[in-house]
């Protein structure tokens, strides 16, 4: 090899040493998967330009959530990520790694997976980086006083102060968001409103929503439901509401939810779990605050897609973790932060207690498709009371041969998605023939798509079928020093127990270009780059996050939104109505059982702990009737 290029790269990799002098290295590299041991490996990519980001989604085995695409902390690694006395490790062990790596290839042992990996030779620079296998992980427990706000929280939320238009609109209560909301919409009615803020989720009763501020052409103003997730981030993007309130939303949704449910189950039954396959960073914050607020050990364990090997198991409707002894443990509560197709790895009916039960997932909150059906369902039922779930111009069940007819009747300008990827992943804009063409000419692995219109500026937004009162254009930012105006979105997280819902977090995202008047005005930038606010972007086939556009509910970032106390409310009342649709979509899903369980005793003592396990069953003939997808279906059935 040339000498130069030798000294190049041993130059690159001192240069990189130097900066772990100050913070404890990055092990493991990849997504939210691998372990490590305190080894610190450096792949071959390091040495090579990253490509450019693709402004399109990918497969929905592949989707992550937005702001959660850096969080590569797994549980083994919130060990490993100090020394055996919690403090950082030292430059000094870095810089012996470091040498020996570029001296010759190195072996890193990652006591997690029991697996070994070669750091690429110099000469292998050119020669891509082996994917990380997410396998062979073993849950670990989580005791009462591991809560570290630092671990849970993005610095930069560490440091930020409340908003006070924001910390006003959480602390309204839903009795004054009712009394306003209706004084400001006097078509509602207020008994109907009450009723449906003290709903109780009965499959759905954690959830959050993105939301568009928009506007018509005749100038009103309004928030819109883009989609309802079952599994939210948002926690460590939320500023505290109160300092000495450190657990923030966090504390909420376990105290308000998750503790309410638990309450069903003996705790001789078994332990409780939090169980992920992504954001490690917000699914231990929940692990450490359950483990306070109980008083009792929590496992976290990390459930991967296609995983040969995880540490869940289910037996008999009974979850069970595997802990690092290779014992397995009986859990009779898991909180469930698995995001991607959660069917192929949850049972539908369990005997385990799940926040969310996965059938809120089918039901719309990982399915675009049953969401759309049951917004339509609900809005035929508040017919009357002035409330509606308000969602651009849909049309489900499209074959990708229908796209292009259905993309022409909307004037050229749509949005597609393939209806069970999430966190803005599977979502292609169009706006010109050629972004049609690209999206023709990708292969899917699901049959059927939804179409909507599209939601742009003044002069190329969607023509809707509705007329001038369906067409929605941004409001976007406050237009900033050189008068661009930048398209956003807004989470609203939401918690349920019986008395009814609150909010627990909100953030807002930026897309990466301004707003073009015109889209002639730049051929060069493409819709995406307007329109697309979510903040994870895939460089050399790894996800890392911009998250330089999240915009924060402090002094700083919320005056950019240009929004006020209604706005939230009303953003706040739309997410409330379509966790509501997608709950009672779960429940016409789920049948009684027939015969009923009390004709027919159980067959085993122990089923007696467990009522709730035999009274319903899922109905597919219904589901594949409102959901005709038989890729789907065979997840589901398999």
């Known amino acids: 090899m040339d000498a130069s290029l030798i000294a190049s790269i041993v130059a690159t990799l001192d240069h990189t040493t130097s900066h772990h002098n100050t913070y404890p290295p990055r092990r493991g590299g990849g997504g939210g998967g691998g372990g490590g041991t305190g080894v610190l490996t450096i792949d071959a990519k390091a040495l090579r330009p990253s490509s450019k980001p693709s402004p399109t989604a990918t497969s929905p085995d592949t989707a992550v959530d937005d702001i959660d695409a850096n969080d590569t902390l797994t549980a083994n690694k919130l060990k490993s990520s100090s020394g055996k006395d919690g403090s950082p490790l030292s430059a000094t062990s870095t810089t012996s790694t470091t040498s020996s790596l570029a001296a010759a290839d190195t072996t890193a042992v990652e006591s997690t997976t029991g697996t070994t990996t070669t750091a690429a030779a110099p000469d292998a620079a050119t020669a891509p980086p082996p994917k990380k296998k997410k396998t062979g992980f073993d849950a670990r427990p989580i005791h009462s006083g591991e809560f ?325 254009y941004h409001v976007g930012t406050i237009p900033d020093k050189k008068n661009n105006i930048y398209v956003t979105d807004l989470r609203m997280m939401v918690t349920a127990n019986q008395a009814g819902f609150k909010p627990v977090a909100c953030y807002a995202r930026r897309a990466r270009k301004h707003l073009l008047r015109h889209l002639t005005d730049d051929p060069a930038v493409t819709s995406w780059e307007m329109l697309g606010t979510n903040l994870s972007v895939k460089k050399d086939d790894e996800w890392t996050t911009e998250a330089q556009r999240l915009l924060l509910m402090d002094r700083k970032d919320f005056n950019q939104l240009g929004i006020g106390v209604d706005d939230l409310i009303d953003g706040y009342i739309q997410t409330v109505l379509s966790v509501i649709a997608i709950d009672k979509m779960a429940r016409r899903l789920m049948k009684p059982t027939d015969p009923p369980p009390a004709t027919h005793p159980a067959t085993d003592d122990s089923d007696a702990h467990y009522p709730w396990f035999k009274e319903t069953v899922f109905d597919f003939e219904l589901f594949e009737a409102l959901n005709p997808d038989k890729a789907l279906l065979a997840e589901i059935t398999h």
């Open 148 to 472: 570290e706000p630092e671990r849970h929280f993005y610095p930069r939320v560490l440091n930020a102060n409340i908003h006070p238009l924001v910390a006003s609109f959480f602390a309204l209560g839903n009795e004054r968001i009712v009394a306003r909301y209706t004084h400001l919409n006097p078509q509602v009615s207020m008994a109907a409103l009450k009723e449906l803020l003290a709903y109780t989720p009965k499959y759905f009763q954690w959830a959050g929503s993105d939301l568009f501020n928009v506007t018509t052409a005749s100038g009103q103003r309004q928030m819109i439901i883009v989609e309802t997730n079952s599994c939210p981030s948002g926690q460590k993007s939320m500023p505290l509401l109160s300092d000495p309130e450190e657990h923030g939303g966090y504390g909420a949704v376990i105290d308000h939810t998750f503790k309410e449910m638990i309450h069903a189950a003996d705790p001789s039954l078994g332990d409780l779990a939090v169980v992920c396959d992504k954001n490690m960073m917000e699914a231990s914050g929940y692990a450490a605050v359950m483990a306070e607020s109980t008083g009792e050990r929590v496992w976290l364990a990390e459930y991967y897609l296609n995983d040969p090997d995880p540490p869940v198991k289910w037996a008999d409707g009974v979850m069970l973790i595997r802990d690092a002894d290779k014992a397995w443990h009986p859990i009779r509560a898991c909180f469930r932060y698995v995001t991607q197709k959660p069917w192929s790895r949850f049972p539908l009916t369990s005997k385990t207690i799940v926040l969310n039960s996965v059938v809120s997932c089918l039901a719309g909150g990982r399915n675009k498709m049953m969401a759309a059906r049951a917004y339509e369902f609900l809005n035929s039922e508040l017919q009357g009371t002035g409330l509606a779930v308000r969602v651009p111009e849909t049309i489900r069940n499209v074959t990708k041969s229908e796209i292009p007819l259905w993309v022409d009747s909307m004037g050229g300008h749509a949005v597609i998605k393939v209806p069970y990827s999430n966190a803005g992943q599977g979502v292609y804009t169009i706006t010109n023939p050629t972004e049609l063409h690209d999206f023709m000419a990708t292969p899917h692995y699901y049959d059927k798509f939804i179409v909507q219109s599209l939601v742009g500026n003044a002069s190329w937004s969607s023509i809707s079928r509705r007329g001038a009162g369906g067409r929605f």
